[in-house]
Nanobody, 121 residues
Framework: QVQLVEAGGGLVQPGGSLRLSCAAS????????MGWYRQAPGKQRELVAT???????NYADSVKGRFTISRDNAKKTVYLQMNSLKPEDTAVYYC???????????????WGQGTQVTVSS
């Protein structure tokens, strides 16, 4: 199947930066959209940013101008550069990828295990 492994979370002060990465592995034929979602305590999971192809990006209004999503197709990896972090960005961040595996008729959504991002002084 497909595994998504995230890295880069941690504790950062307000105004600081973090870079998340998520690498996909497995019997992958193609990857369509890749993205990041987050879930804060007591709240529903929400979209942070997605990228389709190399340049078709979409961001939540709350992170526009502060976060940048990018992908390296050769490495099957998606990144999230987070700048000017705020306490309200604190959440578990989940990687998502829409993947068609070898031999499959259609793609399927896969999720990473999540990585904690805490913004606090």
């Amino acid at each position: 199947q497909v595994q998504l492994v995230e890295a880069g979370g941690g504790l950062v002060q307000p105004g600081g930066s973090l870079r998340l990465s998520c690498a996909a592995s497995g019997i992958i034929y193609s990857i369509n959209a890749m993205g990041w979602y987050r879930q804060a305590p007591g709240k529903q999971r929400e979209l942070v940013a997605t990228v389709i192809g190399d340049y078709n990006t979409n961001y939540a209004d709350s992170v526009k101008g502060r976060f940048t999503i990018s992908r390296d197709n050769a490495k099957k990896t998606v990144y999230l550069q987070m700048n000017s972090l705020k306490p309200e960005d604190t959440a578990v961040y989940y990687c998502n990828a829409n993947v068609r595996t070898v031999g499959a008729a259609s793609p399927y959504d896969y999720w990473g295990q999540g990585t904690q991002v805490t913004v606090s002084s």
